[in-house]
C-alpha cells in the first residue's frame, strides 16, 4: 500500500455521490475519465431546501437566511421588516443505503442597517462510521470521518438595486483521523477560501414584476493536503451565475422563474496537481482535451420555478442537468414551502432522470428558520 492510497480510495468514496465516472472506473485513474473532481466536495452540497426544490437554483433568487452559500450579495437585500433571523438545515446522504451520513447547515443574519446585513454560517459533514483494513485484511481500527467549514459574509447595498457581498471561509477535513501505520501517513486537511458575490435585482412596475440577477465566485481558496506539502489537491472553486424573474399575477399569487449557471474553476483531467491556483482557475476555461464544446459541457445547468400564495404557502420543481462525459448528473426536484410570521420551513425532494443512482435520491430535505423583527431606519443610507 503507498502512502496515499487510502486516501484516494476515500476522496473517490466521497466523491461518488457528486459525479458519476464511467462504469469500471477509478476517479483520476482513467486517462479517458473526464470528470472534473476536487477535495471536499462537500462544500458543493446544497445546503437548504428551498434551493434544493427549485434543482439547485439560489444565486439570483430573493434573499433569505440561507442566501450565503449561494451570493454573498443577496444578504442586503433581506426584508428590512426583519432584523434577525437563524436557520437549520438537515440533508441524508446516501439515505438509500445507510442511515449515518447526513450534512447538517446552520445559518444566520443580522441587518447592521438599511444597507448592511453580516451572516454566520457552518455545514457539517458525516460520513459515519468506516472500519479500516489493510491489503493484507489487518484491522486498522475503526473511524469516524467527518468535515466541516465555517464562514463569515459581509454583505453591502451600494444602489437601490445593486449589492456586494464577501465571506471568508475555514474548512477543516479529517478523513482518516491521524492514521500512521506503515507507508500510511495521513492527517487532517484543512484550507481557507473566500467567495465575492454580486447582486441585482429591480422592480418593473409596467408588468407587475421583478427581475433579478447574481453571479458569484465561491471557495477561492488554498489547495488542501492530507498529508505533506507535495500532494495537495484542488477545492472545488466555484463560478456560479444566473437569474431569476418574478411575477405577481395578482395580489395573492406569485410566481418565480430561476436559471443558474455553474462551473468548477479547476483543471480539467487529466491534471497536474502542482499547477499553481492562479493557473488553474483562469486556465480552466481553456484546458479541456476536446476544445471550445467540451469546455460549455464543463457548465452545470439548473432551472426551477417557484409559487407562492399570500407570501405563505409555496410549490417548487426544478430540474439539474450535467453533461454525461463530465458527471452524469440529472435530475428533477420538488419541494413545499410554509411561512408564518416568524417561522418557516421547506422540504425537497430529488428523483435521478437518467436511471443512475444519486446519493440524495428518495431523501427527504428539510430547513427549519426563525426571522426577528427589529426596527430599522429608512433614513438610515449612504447611497444618496
Known amino acids: 500500500m503507498n502512502k496515499l492510497s487510502l486516501l484516494t480510495l476515500l476522496l473517490c468514496v466521497t466523491t461518488l455521490g457528486f459525479s ?23 462544500l458543493t452540497i446544497t445546503p437548504d431546501a428551498r434551493a434544493a426544490g427549485m434543482g439547485d437554483t439560489g444565486v439570483a433568487t430573493s434573499a433569505d437566511v440561507n442566501s450565503a452559500y449561494w451570493n454573498a450579495g443577496k444578504l442586503a437585500f433581506i426584508d428590512n421588516g426583519l432584523g434577525y433571523g437563524i436557520s437549520g438545515s438537515y440533508t441524508p446522504w446516501l439515505g438509500k443505503i445507510i442511515n449515518d451520513m447526513y450534512v447538517f447547515y446552520l445559518s444566520g443574519f443580522y441587518k447592521l442597517g438599511r444597507e448592511q446585513t453580516v451572516a454566520a454560517s457552518m455545514k457539517y459533514f458525516d460520513l459515519g462510521e468506516i472500519q479500516f483494513r489493510g491489503l493484507s485484511a489487518e484491522d486498522l481500527g475503526r473511524f469516524n470521518p467527518r468535515e466541516f467549514s465555517f464562514d463569515v459574509t459581509y454583505s453591502r447595498l451600494l444602489t437601490e438595486e445593486l449589492a456586494l457581498g464577501g465571506a471568508l471561509r475555514y474548512i477543516h477535513s479529517n478523513l482518516t483521523g491521524a492514521l500512521s501505520t506503515g507507508n500510511i501517513d495521513a492527517r487532517p ?93 483562469f486556465g480552466s476555461f481553456t484546458d479541456a482535451r476536446g476544445g471550445f464544446k467540451e469546455e460549455i459541457r464543463e457548465f452545470m445547468t439548473s ?52 436511471k443512475r443512482e444519486n446519493a440524495l435520491a428518495e431523501t427527504l430535505r428539510l430547513t427549519i428558520m426563525l426571522n426577528f423583527d427589529r426596527k430599522i431606519g429608512e433614513n438610515d443610507s449612504v447611497t444618496d
Open 20 to 42: 458519476q465516472p464511467q462504469q469500471g472506473t477509478l476517479i483520476g485513474q482513467d486517462s479517458t475519465n473526464r470528470v472534473i473532481t476536487t477535495a471536499v466536495p462537500f
Open 189 to 281: 486537511g484543512n484550507s481557507v477560501a473566500v467567495d465575492f458575490g454580486i447582486y441585482y435585482t429591480k422592480p418593473l412596475t409596467s408588468r407587475n414584476a421583478t427581475l433579478s440577477l447574481g453571479a458569484a465566485i465561491t471557495n477561492l481558496g488554498a489547495k488542501i493536503s492530507y498529508s505533506d506539502a507535495n500532494n495537495r489537491d484542488f477545492i472545488p472553486t466555484n463560478l456560479r451565475m444566473g437569474g431569476a424573474y418574478t411575477m405577481e399575477l395578482d395580489p395573492r399569487n406569485k410566481l418565480t422563474f430561476a436559471l443558474d449557471l455553474n462551473k468548477l474553476l479547476v483543471p480539467s483531467p487529466p491534471r497536474n496537481n502542482s499547477t499553481p491556483l492562479l493557473s488553474g482557475i
Open 303 to 354: 432551472t426551477g420555478v417557484e409559487y407562492w400564495y399570500n407570501n405563505t404557502l409555496a410549490g417548487r420543481l426544478g430540474y439539474f442537468h450535467e453533461a454525461t462525459d463530465k458527471g452524469n448528473r440529472k435530475y428533477l426536484t420538488a419541494g413545499v414551502g410554509f411561512r408564518h410570521q416568524r417561522f418557516g420551513f421547506d422540504a425537497a425532494y430529488l428523483v435521478p432522470t437518467n
